[in-house]
């Protein structure tokens, strides 16, 4: 059965890191595209980064030279690196499969949704 578990949030101080892991079953993970994205409260989910089958990535502006997509396909796990903090990368956070990474990383193109790990940057 296919599915993706998020991990690796929680309370962090602004300049703080994480790393948000996405455990995937019933993919192969190299054979599609790979998206994180991430809510707020009372804000519309927005597409964080991808990782395309070849590993070319995609990343929102607000995130750029802060966080890195990977993924470990002996693992089956697709992560977020997330350095430099700040309150603005507060939200839950989520993984989901696609067939491509496209510059506007619309959650419409994506499918198969986690349950999300809260991301909080507090002090």
């Known amino acids: 059965q296919a599915q993706l578990v998020e991990s690796g949030g929680g309370l962090v101080q602004p300049g703080g890191s994480l790393r948000l892991s996405c455990a995937v079953s019933g993919f192969t993970l190299d054979a599609y595209a790979w998206g994180w994205f991430r809510q707020a409260p009372g804000k519309e989910r927005e597409g964080v980064s991808c990782?395309?089958?070849?590993?070319?990535?995609v990343y929102v502006d607000s995130v750029k030279g802060r966080f890195t997509i990977s993924r470990d396909n002996a693992e089956n796990t697709v992560y977020l690196q997330m350095n430099s903090l700040n309150p603005d990368d507060t939200g839950v956070y989520y993984c989901a499969v696609g067939w491509g990474c496209y510059s506007d990383l619309s959650p419409s193109d994506f499918r198969g949704w986690g349950q999300g790990t809260q991301v909080t940057v507090s002090s």
């Open positions: 990782i395309s089958p070849s590993k070319d990535t």
